[in-house]
C-alpha cells in the first residue's frame, strides 16, 4: 500500500491510505472513499463489509461541526445530493485490484465494496506472470500460450482462458489449504482430549475444599514409581540399592528412614511389604504435618502446589507437542502412519507429564518446613523484641526532634528580642541617596555619626 502511495505521489494524485497504521483514521477514510474524484488505497482487511456511500457520508461532516444547525445540514445535504448525482454519472465506484488472491472469497469480498445497494460500480484485477499464485499453479502453461502468441512485456492480455486458469490455480490453492487445515485438525483433536483433562482437573482442584485425598493418592503412586528404580519389581535382594533408596528418601522428600536397619530387623520383609510400609510412614507424616499446620492452611498450601505444578508442566508440555507435530511428518519416510505415530508419542508424553506433576507436588510438601509450637513461640518472641526495640528508638527521635524545635524557637526569640541592625555599604558621597530605599540623604540617614 505504501509502495503504490509514493507512485501516486510522484504522479501528483491525492489519495488517502488505508492500512493498519492509519487504524485511528479508518472510520473517516471510508466515510468519504465515495467522494467524487477520491482515490483510496486498501489493504486486504481494511474496511471489507462497510458500506461506502457514493458521494461521500454528509452525517460524518455534520458530527465534526461544533454545535451544528439546521442551516448546516441543509448545506451538507444539498452538497451530498449533487456530489452523488456526480458519482452516479461517472460509473460508482471502481475497485482496482493489484493481484488475485489465493481464495476466491477474497476477491469477491473485494468486489464487493463496488455495486453495494444496489449503487454502480466495476471491479478490475491486475496480475503478473510473476506473481505467486501464476508462479507456483498456473505459469508454465500460460507463459507458454504467451510465448506462442507473441505477447510483449507490458500488454495487457484479457481473455477467457486466461481467467479460467487462474481460476482453476485458486482452487488448486483452496483445495491445498483445506487438506492442510483437516489434517491439522486431527492433530488438534489429540490435543483438545488431553486439554479436557487437564481442565477437568484443574476445575476440581479449585472446587474441593480439601485435597488430603488427592494427596494421600499421590503418594502412594509417587512412592511405588520411586522406589521402584531402587528396587526393582521381581528382583532377589541383592539387586536392591538400599542405600540410593535412603539417600534419595532423605534428600528427594526429606525423611530419614533407616530402610537398611527394617531389613536387618526382619529378614522375611519382601519388596510388597517394604513398599507398603515405606508409603505408611510417608502418609503418617503428612497427616502429622497437616494437623500441625492447620486444616485451612494446609489445603491452601496443596492447592497452590498443584496448580503451580500442573500450569508449568501443562505449558511445557504444549510446547513439546508443538515440537512433536512440526517433525512427525519424517516418520512417513519409515513407512509408518504419521497420524498414528503421532497419538502413540502425544499419550507418551501426557503420561510422564501427569506422573512429574505428582511428584513435583509431593516433592514440594515433603520439603517445605512447618514450624513446632516451641518454634512459633520463639519467633513470637522475637517479633515482640524487635517491635519493642523499634519503639524505643522512635521514642528518641521524637524526643531529639522536640529539642530541635525547641532550640529553634528559642533562637528566633532570641533574634526578635535584640534584632541587629541592618549593614549598608557607604556611598562614594555623603550627598548620595541612603542605600536602605528612604529618600533621604546618606548623611541624613544611615550616615549619620
Not at 7 to 15: N, P, Q, R, S, V
Not at 21 to 26: A, L, T, V
Not at 82 to 95: C, F, K, M, Q, Y
Not at 355 to 363: A, E, H, N
Request: hydrophobic share 35%; proline share 3%; with cysteine.
Amino acid at each position: 500500500s505504501e509502495i503504490l502511495s509514493d507512485k501516486l505521489k510522484e504522479a501528483g494524485i491525492e489519495h488517502e491510505v488505508l492500512n493498519a497504521k492509519q487504524h485511528e483514521r479508518e472510520a473517516d477514510i471510508i466515510a468519504q472513499a465515495g467522494a467524487p474524484r477520491a482515490v483510496t488505497i486498501a489493504t486486504n482487511m481494511a474496511g471489507r463489509g462497510t458500506d461506502i456511500l457514493l458521494g461521500g457520508n454528509w452525517k460524518a461532516k455534520l458530527a465534526k461541526i461544533e454545535n451544528p444547525t439546521p442551516e448546516d445540514e441543509a448545506r451538507l445535504k444539498a452538497e451530498w445530493e449533487a456530489n452523488h448525482e456526480a458519482v452516479l454519472a461517472s460509473g460508482g465506484l471502481h475497485i482496482i485490484g493489484s493481484e488475485r488472491h489465493e481464495s476466491r472469497r477474497i476477491d469477491n469480498q473485494l468486489r464487493g465494496r463496488a455495486g453495494r445497494q444496489g449503487d454502480p460500480g466495476v471491479s478490475r484485477f491486475y496480475l503478473s506472470l510473476e506473481d505467486d499464485l501464476m508462479r507456483i499453479f498456473a505459469g508454465d502453461r500460460v507463459v507458454a500460450m504467451m510465448r506462442a502468441m507473441g505477447l510483449k512485456e507490458d500488454e495487457a492480455i484479457e481473455h477467457k482462458m486466461v481467467s479460467r486458469s487462474i481460476e482453476n490455480a485458486q482452487r488448486k490453492v483452496e483445495a491445498r489449504n483445506f487438506d492442510i487445515r483437516k489434517n491439522l485438525l486431527k492433530y488438534d483433536d489429540v490435543n483438545n482430549e488431553q486439554r479436557k483433562i487437564i481442565y477437568s482437573q484443574r476445575d476440581e482442584i479449585l472446587a474441593e475444599s480439601s485435597l488430603q485425598d488427592y494427596i494421600e493418592e499421590m503418594i502412594r503412586e509417587v512412592m511405588q514409581g520411586m522406589i521402584a528404580n531402587y528396587i526393582p519389581p521381581e528382583s532377589i535382594h541383592d539387586q536392591w540399592d538400599i542405600e540410593g533408596l535412603e539417600l534419595a528418601l532423605r534428600e528427594d522428600l526429606a525423611i530419614d528412614l533407616p530402610v537398611a536397619q527394617w531389613l536387618e530387623q526382619d529378614r522375611r520383609l519382601d519388596e510388597e511389604a517394604l513398599v507398603e510400609r515405606i508409603t505408611e510412614e510417608m502418609v503418617n507424616r503428612y497427616r502429622s504435618r497437616r494437623e500441625q499446620m492447620g486444616a485451612e492452611s494446609a489445603a491452601s498450601l496443596e492447592r497452590h502446589f498443584m496448580l503451580n505444578s500442573l500450569d508449568r508442566h501443562w505449558k511445557e508440555h504444549l510446547a513439546a507437542m508443538d515440537y512433536l507435530r512440526q517433525g512427525i511428518h519424517l516418520r512417513g519416510y519409515a513407512q509408518k502412519n504419521p497420524e498414528q505415530e503421532y497419538k502413540k508419542e502425544a499419550y507418551n508424553l501426557f503420561v510422564n507429564m501427569l506422573g512429574v506433576i505428582k511428584s513435583d507436588v509431593i516433592t514440594d510438601l515433603s520439603r517445605i518446613h512447618v514450624p513446632t509450637p516451641e518454634e512459633l513461640a520463639e519467633m513470637e518472641a522475637q517479633q515482640q523484641a524487635q517491635a519493642e526495640a523499634m519503639r524505643l528508638q522512635l521514642s528518641h527521635q521524637e524526643f531529639d526532634g522536640l529539642l530541635a524545635e525547641e532550640d529553634e524557637i528559642t533562637t528566633e526569640q532570641n533574634a526578635q528580642a535584640n534584632p541587629v541592625a541592618p549593614v549598608f555599604e557607604a556611598p562614594a558621597s555623603r550627598n548620595a541617596p541612603c542605600p536602605c530605599g528612604s529618600g533621604l540623604k546618606y548623611k541624613q540617614c544611615h550616615g549619620k555619626i
